[in-house]
């Protein structure tokens, strides 16, 4: 099964921004509720944003305001745009779909670092 890879992460200042990107899942975003979710180290995962199937979205309460989700079902890509970064959101970022949280199923995260 293909899992759906994240990438974009790096290092940033407090303040600053980084979008994320998901694609390479070899299933259709379109047809799926898609979100983020990440995990800093000795934590448990959380989610971040989601795209619901009712046509909603979700944010946690820590990122409202500061980070949007989306997605282009041409390019079959999820993007996280983040913004005003704090050093709270140093985590590894990881996208999936139903799909692959019925399964189980975890690609690799992008690592997202703030810190002056």
């Known amino acids: 099964q293909v899992q759906l890879v994240a990438s974009g992460g790096g290092l940033v200042q407090p303040g600053g921004s980084l979008r994320l990107s998901c694609t390479g899942s070899?299933?259709?975003?379109?047809?799926?509720?898609v979100g983020w979710y990440r995990q800093a180290p000795g934590k448990e995962r959380e989610s971040v944003a989601a795209?619901?199937?009712?046509?909603?979205?979700q944010y946690a309460d820590s990122v409202k305001g500061r980070f949007t989700i989306f997605r282009n079902n041409v390019e079959n890509t999820v993007y996280l745009q983040m913004r005003s970064l704090k050093p709270e959101d140093t985590a590894a970022y990881y996208c999936?779909?139903?799909?692959?949280?019925?399964?189980?199923?975890w690609g690799q995260g992008t690592l997202v670092t703030v810190s002056l």
């Open positions: 999936n779909d139903d799909f692959g949280l019925e399964r189980g199923y």
């Open positions: 795209l619901t199937r009712n046509g909603g979205i």
């Open positions: 070899g299933r259709l975003f379109s047809y799926n509720a």
